[in-house]
């Protein structure tokens, strides 16, 4: 079975494609109580958006290729959101298709957040709970290391 993935504890989770979830998974997503659920990824079938409520489900397209700085400035001004829903008592799900990239660089975003620590630092933190996070986009991982976020 899909695994969720906590990156901080009782707070924020990333997982794969909801989209292609066992229906014993999204039952076991409904019972964890998550205040939020970002599906990142490509749309989903509407039953998954019925079946988890509109209330909590939402779906924020991100594109997992460059980060130009009207993505970046999406991007932080999601994850700032998703920072104050957990400072709350909030819980979030984040979803991609691998669960690594799209979720992975907003959970690091969001980590940055709420510890007051740089996106490298907190890309590092989320590495450990998610070996490879942000690995297999390189302007994702350059931005979270360097700041940069256009090819120089």
């Not at 998550?34 to 409520?53: K, N, S, T, Y």
């Not at 130009?68 to 104050?84: C, D, I, M, N, Q």
């Amino acid at each position: 079975m899909k695994k969720l993935v906590e990156i901080l504890p009782d707070q924020l989770y990333v997982c794969s494609n909801l989209a292609r979830s066992r229906p014993e998974f999204i039952t076991r997503l409904k019972e964890q109580q998550f205040a939020l659920i970002l599906d990142l990824a490509p749309p989903v079938a509407d039953e998954i958006e019925e079946e988890l409520g509109t209330r909590r489900y939402r779906y924020v397209p991100i594109s997992d290729g460059k980060l130009t700085p009207e993505r970046l400035e999406f991007a932080y001004r999601l994850s700032t959101k998703v920072g104050e829903l957990l400072e709350k008592g909030g819980k979030a799900l984040l979803s991609c298709n691998q669960g690594r990239n799209r979720s992975c660089l907003i959970a690091s975003l969001v980590v940055s957040y709420i510890q007051a620590i740089s996106t490298a630092d907190a890309l590092e933190y989320v590495r450990e709970k998610r070996p490879l996070a942000v690995g297999s986009n390189q302007h994702f991982e350059r931005y979270l290391l360097t700041g940069e976020h256009h090819d120089s």
